[in-house]
């Protein structure tokens, strides 16, 4: 791939007998061609491709992936031509958002995986042959992923946070967002979507006159974020004085 031809593993280890391919103008119907044109299924190309490359424990979910199901093959991706790594046809963050135009748009929001920066890639958390985990992730659960680089958030803890349990993308968003730390919404906005009852006296909080408490007057106003006295948001050790827990 992407080499000096070396005997066995030439040309025709991928396109097979190629003594007739100049001697026609069919040329392309007389070799195993990936080309658009060639006449060869995505199927039909992947196993073509899967006829040396089958052993690897990286396509050992290919049959049962999203992007096999999508209609695609090994040559949506890779070429034997290519000297990038993995012989893929641009460069991974490039290859992947050609298609995923929906994550390159989330990855320019204010707050995002350092994707475009080049500190993270797509791989770090998907595996684009398939796998086991909902989205093409690579582990058991979405949490266990997170887990993987935020260890610190994992627990356990005297009292746990039951949405940070159950799932990290209750409150956080992948790959981008408009909001500080990859929230889905604004604190403390996302924060009401379930304590509606526990906030402080006053109205519940609106974007309208942002830099006005909500309180009414005489009751004194207070800051508008929970974590001004909520820090350890995703699970506290402390004491659960009055009820209140992931208090500083």
Request: positive net charge; proline residues 4%.
């Amino acid at each position: 791939h992407g080499k000096a031809w070396k005997g066995a593993n030439g040309c025709q280890a991928c396109h097979g007998q190629t003594n007739q391919h100049l001697d026609t103008e069919q040329s392309k119907k007389t070799i195993f061609s990936f080309a658009k044109d060639g006449g060869r299924s995505a199927k039909e190309r992947a196993a073509q491709c899967l006829s040396c490359h089958s052993s690897s424990k990286h396509v050992a979910f290919w049959e049962t992936s999203k992007h096999k199901s999508a209609g695609l093959s090994c040559d949506s991706c890779h070429t034997g031509h290519s000297n990038l790594s993995k012989n893929l046809k641009m460069p991974q963050t490039e290859l992947c958002f050609s298609c995923h135009k929906d994550i390159r748009s989330e990855s320019n929001r204010q707050s995002h995986h350092p994707i475009k920066e080049g500190k993270v890639s797509c791989s770090d958390c998907h595996d684009p042959h398939g796998g086991f985990g909902t989205k093409m992730i690579k582990a058991d659960s979405i949490n266990e992923l997170c887990y993987n680089c935020h260890a610190e958030k994992r627990g356990p803890f005297m009292y746990e946070h039951p949405p940070v349990e159950e799932n990290c993308m209750t409150c956080h968003s992948a790959h981008g967002s408009n909001h500080n730390k990859l929230m889905a919404q604004k604190v403390p906005n996302i924060c009401q979507s379930c304590h509606d009852w526990s906030r402080h006296p006053g109205t519940p909080y609106t974007q309208a006159n942002s830099f006005v408490s909500s309180a009414p007057a005489g009751r004194g106003g207070v800051a508008r974020s929970c974590q001004n006295c909520h820090t350890t948001i995703h699970g506290s050790n402390g004491p659960n004085t009055l009820g209140l827990r992931y208090v500083k």
